[in-house]
Each structure stands twice: as structure tokens, then as C-alpha cells.
């Protein structure tokens, strides 16, 4: 698979091309990824693609990696990307190309111990499944797939285009949230009044598109909402967040 609506050969190449661009966002997810501090030392990472956004540091604290991604691309870019790194800690890396969400519950049984990371491909998942009120339960009930697993996610949560003169001249590219019983809720905002306060932040413009991903956590699950300016006339902001067997990780 050369191209597809979520990775592939297109990914990568934006990936390279847009490095600076996307820095910002990729230093607010390493950030954030520092809170991420789970029991296992053993990572099945799900869409992590080439891990252009990853952070090799983050990657050190595990010993045994297993990368699956439906892109063939993903496995040799990914060596390139984080090899070194893994190698300077001795960390096993292993790759896989298969579905990681039909195929969630093989792979949690293949690494039980494993911690679960989905790497911005939940996001996705309305791309995937052409139903799109089936997307929408799917990943509505996908915690209860993950239960007594310890697992986050990082994924898109609203994108849509922007218009640089809207761009505030100091925006806020990351806030503390929590899903809460009224939804996702950050700074005592939920609901559409949160949903202006962040597109506001990316000068967005026309309509934006839901990806389905806000009832993905738990209730009680701490997590960050980071913006991210993908080209000059679009934008996303992302979820990220994690949940801990004893305690939930927080943004
Ligand atoms: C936006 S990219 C992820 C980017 C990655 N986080 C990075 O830093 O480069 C989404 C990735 O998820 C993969 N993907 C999409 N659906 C998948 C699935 N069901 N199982 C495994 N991988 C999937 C795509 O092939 C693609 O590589």
C-alpha cells in the first residue's frame, strides 16, 4: 500500500516536508508523553507509523517494542527514526503489518503484559468504516475492548481549515482537560462553548469536522488537548490521554 487516507507513502512524504511545521506540536506530545509512565516496560504501539511525532526518548523507557501498522513503509522508517535510540538503551523492537483495531483482542492476547498505545489512528477510524453511526459506537464502547489493560492514545479530535489573520497573535496550543460526566470539559467548559474556545486558538474558519474520538477515555481520565497545524489552511486538535489500572495519567 503506497498511499492511503491515513499513512502511507503521502504521510511520510508530508511528514518530511513539514517537519518545522509540525514541531511545535510534535515537542507538546513528547512533553506530554513524560507524564506517561506506565507499569509494563513493554510497548505495543498501534499506528505509530514512522513515529515522525514520536519521541525516541519516551520509546528508551521500554525494553521490548512492538510496532504494528497496516503500512509495509511504516516498519523500515520507523528503524530509521527511532533505531539509534532504541539500540543506545538495548530496547527490542518488532514489527507487524495488521489491522491493529479488528485485530485488538488477538494482540492484547499475544502481549498480555503489554502497555497499549495508539498512536493518532483513532482519529482515523471513521475513514476506515464507511458506516459512520457504526464508527461512532465503535469507538463510543472502545474502552471496555481495553479493560484491565493499562493504555492511551493520542488522535485527532476536531480539524477542519483555518484562516491565518484569525490566528490569535499568542495562541494556546495545549489545554488540561477531563472527561467528565458532562463530556469532555477543560477550564469548566464543555460542549460547544469548549469547541469555540479551542477553534478559536487555530483561526479556524467554515466547518470542522468531528472525529468521533471525545468518548474514547473513561470518565475520570485526565487528558491534554493539543492543537495541531498541519498546512497553512488546516488545522486539528488532538486528544491525548492515558489510563493507568490504579490511577489515571494527567495532562
Ligand atoms: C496519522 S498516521 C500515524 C502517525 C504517527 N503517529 C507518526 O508519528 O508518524 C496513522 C497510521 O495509522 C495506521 N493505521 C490506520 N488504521 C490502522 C489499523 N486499523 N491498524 C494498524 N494501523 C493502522 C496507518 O497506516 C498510519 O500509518
Known amino acids: 500500500m503506497l498511499s492511503d487516507v491515513t499513512g502511507g507513502l503521502r504521510w511520510h512524504l508530508r511528514a518530511l516536508r513539514r517537519r518545522r511545521l509540525w514541531s511545535p506540536t510534535t515537542s507538546l506530545i513528547a512533553e506530554w508523553l513524560e507524564s506517561v509512565k506506565p507499569a509494563s516496560k513493554h510497548l505495543l504501539l498501534i499506528g505509530g507509523s514512522a513515529g515522525w511525532m514520536m519521541s525516541s526518548k519516551w520509546l528508551q523507557n521500554f525494553e521490548r517494542i512492538d510496532l504494528v501498522d ?15 535510540a532504541l539500540r543506545a538503551v538495548k530496547a527490542k523492537l518488532y514489527t507487524h503489518k495488521s489491522d491493529g483495531i479488528a485485530g485488538l483482542e488477538a494482540l492484547l492476547q499475544s502481549h498480555p503484559q503489554a502497555f497499549v498505545f495508539f498512536d493518532n489512528v483513532l482519529g482515523q477510524h471513521r475513514f476506515r468504516v464507511s458506516d459512520q453511526d457504526q464508527a461512532e459506537t465503535d469507538l463510543q464502547d472502545f474502552a471496555k475492548r481495553l479493560q484491565g489493560r493499562e493504555w492511551g492514545s493520542v488522535h485527532d479530535l476536531f480539524s477542519g481549515p483555518v484562516e491565518p489573520a ?29 469547541h469555540r474556545r479551542l477553534l478559536t486558538q487555530v483561526g479556524a474558519s467554515r466547518v470542522w469536522m468531528d472525529h468521533f474520538t471525545s ?16 498546512s497553512k489552511e488546516y488545522a486539528h486538535w488532538l486528544q491525548a490521554g492515558w489510563v493507568s489500572l490504579n490511577r489515571n495519567g494527567f495532562a
Open 70 to 84: 497496516l503500512d509495509p513503509l511504516a516498519m523500515m522508517l520507523f528503524r530509521l527514526n527511532h533505531g539509534r
Open 166 to 194: 484569525l490566528v490569535p497573535s499568542r495562541p494556546q496550543r495545549r489545554f488540561a482537560s477531563e472527561i467528565t460526566t458532562m463530556g469532555l470539559t477543560s477550564g469548566g467548559l464543555h460542549g460547544d462553548a469548549l
Open 215 to 230: 468518548p474514547v477515555f473513561p470518565i475520570g481520565t485526565s487528558n491534554a488537548l493539543i492543537s495541531w497545524r498541519f
